[in-house]
């Protein structure tokens, strides 16, 4: 890496979370209600705990970004007014 951050391994554990959400439900929407099913119903605990898991990984890849987004926005800033001062100096004013 080169000071970037890598968000290939958060996005893999999204994906994953993401799959296996898509399974959890699948269990959860066939259960017939007239009767008990525990399967069912540990499918969707299941399911919960893969989107908070998802929305945990997504919020880190939020913090993250932000923060690049913010430290290239002052980079931009301080090389903008670097410039400017420069063509002041230039302009004798």
């Known amino acids: 890496m080169t000071g970037r951050q ?6 893999v554990a999204i994906r994953s979370h993401a799959d296996d959400l898509g399974g959890f439900l699948a269990t959860w929407s066939a259960r017939d209600d007239s009767k008990p099913d525990a399967r069912a119903r540990r499918a969707a605990s299941e399911a919960v705990t893969a989107i908070d898991a998802a929305l945990r990984e997504l919020h880190g890849v939020r913090a993250r970004l932000v923060g690049e987004i913010r430290d290239s926005d002052d980079a931009t800033a301080a090389r903008a007014d670097a410039l400017l001062r420069g063509r002041r100096e230039g302009d004798g004013s």
């Open 6 to 11: 890598d968000y290939a391994e958060a996005v």
